[in-house]
């Protein structure tokens, strides 16, 4: 789906996506879909006792405040390209939430692994059974631990059109969740239904019953770092789904594809929440005459934030995502290729390629007696590491854009990404100090330098301070540039979200 892919970058409109075919979506049922729910009664009455369950929690751990709010929304509708949303103000509990999935593909096959070229499968394969239900639940788990992450942001919203980015993302994740439920319901029966409740139980950061990635444990305590959540996180999600749209489980593979026409958006929140953040930065340095981007006590006077500091905010971002692709050499990644469950990025398209890998190799720097080294490694082994690669260049392009804006303005600094085994804690690199710039350290060397690369308590009570609610039309919080544009084109004061 790479069209959909597509639609993050900033030279498309901001909500453009796009799909294959044409699909009516049923809307006089209680959950919209496109899955002709209506004929399957054990389905149906599954579901239907799940959605209380689902709003209990949405009330209990979704958006806090702003329930009654008219929210602008856009609700998917269809799968057809030229009009798949429909955009209008909504309560959020009463998103109509639904079940979508791309269209299905005439005669598609399973494009890799041991089972290459067989038809893909439309029911659950028997012998990996277990391995499936596991990397949809896991999938699954991210979407609603997302929201509670969230949860406290709107508050303290820069701007009306921020705060209706950010519901606008919290509604698209617990659809995330409905999709996955969907398919954990429909193929996997019991088990499946006992999953689909856990997936409400576990909380995020929670001691007891913590979501299951360790990023998703994380705080997103300030929109800073909702926007670099959503330009670093969001995309693990975004090369996660399209791994798993590559899967011969065809069911999963529509589901993903329509969930990354989603992604795109909130991709484009992340991308240009930093973006405008930088633009007001930038605008006050230059408007005040302050040419040296290290200058931060001045800077931060302006009420904007300085560069250095936006940098180490992308750090710890980046290198907590980097850890949700997981150990880079694994044996779990190897099985759920070759079992043809998840695919790498762009498995179809990838060209010079059997697609099976039994004899491949590929690159892997790993730490051998204290240095770093690249050892080629079994290609089904690294499947894990390929796709952390194809991760951090995928990061790069709006690093460039943002970096753009920078020197357009006259000041010298770059945001650049750190080495891959900076501040890691899963796979490779766990256990070893490894500066942005790729030396191994001691504990020593590290601890007197890391409030310099990972935001320090001085970092963090200043954006705190910043954090105050700009809730009036057509407002912006000083720290945050206007958009260019408005969602669906709206004009710039727009009333996003009605706080009544
Ligand atoms: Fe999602
Ligand atoms: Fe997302």
């Not at 340095?285 to 500091?309: E, F, H, S, W």
């Amino acid at each position: 789906m790479s069209t959909a892919i597509a639609g993050e970058t900033l030279t498309e409109a901001p909500e453009a996506i796009s799909a294959d075919h044409f699909v009516e979506v049923s809307y006089d049922d209680a959950i919209p879909n496109n899955v002709d729910l209506s004929s399957d009664k054990q389905l149906l009455r599954a579901l239907e006792t799940w959605h209380p369950k689902y709003l209990e929690w949405w009330k209990d751990m979704g958006p806090e405040g702003f329930q009654q709010s008219d929210v602008y929304l856009r609700t998917a509708v269809g799968v057809d390209p030229s009009g798949w949303a429909k955009f209008d103000h909504v309560k959020m509990p009463q998103y109509r939430w639904g079940i979508l999935l791309a269209p299905k593909v005439e005669g598609r096959t399973i494009p890799f692994g041991r089972h290459k070229g067989e038809p893909a499968w439309q029911e659950v394969p028997g012998e990996y059974r277990a391995l499936l239900r596991r990397l949809i639940v896991v999938q699954g788990d991210t979407e609603p631990a997302s929201v509670e992450q969230q949860r406290y942001l709107g508050a303290t919203a820069p701007s009306l059109y921020d705060m209706r980015n950010l519901f606008q993302v919290n509604v698209e994740e617990g659809r995330h969740l409905w999709a996955m439920v969907y398919l954990l319901v429909k193929y996997f029966g019991r088990d499946g239904r006992e999953e689909a409740e856990a997936l409400l139980r576990r909380r995020s950061g929670e001691q007891d019953n913590p979501r299951i990635l360790g990023a998703f444990n994380e705080r997103t305590p300030d929109w800073l770092s909702f926007f670099m959540f959503t330009y670093f996180t969001d995309r693990d999600g975004k090369m996660q789904l399209a791994a798993l749209a590559e899967s011969g489980f065809d069911p999963l593979s529509r589901s993903c594809r329509f969930m990354l026409t989603e992604e795109a958006h909130h991709l484009f929140v992340g991308e240009t929440g930093v973006q405008r953040t930088i633009e007001a930065t930038c605008a006050a340095m230059n408007k005040a005459g302050i040419t040296d981007p290290y200058d931060v006590a001045a800077i931060r006077k302006l009420g904007v934030v300085d560069l250095p500091l936006l940098q180490r905010k992308a750090n710890f971002h980046m290198s907590v995502t980097r850890d949700l692709f997981g150990g880079e050499i694994s044996s779990n990644a190897a099985d759920a290729f070759s079992t043809g469950l998840k695919g790498r990025f762009n498995e179809a398209k990838l060209a010079g390629d059997d697609h099976v890998l039994t004899d491949a190799t590929y690159p892997v720097t790993r730490v051998v007696d204290g240095r770093l080294v690249v050892e080629q490694v079994p290609a089904l082994r690294a499947i894990n590491s390929r796709l952390l690669d194809d991760y951090i260049n995928d990061c790069q392009g709006g690093i460039n854009r943002w970096n753009k804006v920078i020197e357009k303005a006259g000041i010298d600094f770059k945001l650049v990404q750190p080495h891959k085994g900076f501040n890691r804690k899963i796979g490779e690199f766990a256990g070893h100090r490894i500066s942005p710039a790729g030396e191994i350290l001691t504990e020593e060397a590290w601890q007197a330098k890391c409030g310099e690369w990972l935001p320090n308590d001085d970092d963090m009570k200043f954006i705190n301070s910043l954090m105050k609610p700009c809730h009036e039309r057509g407002k912006y919080a000083s720290w945050i540039a206007p958009p260019r544009v408005g969602i669906n084109n709206q004009p710039g004061d727009f009333e996003y979200v009605k706080i009544y």
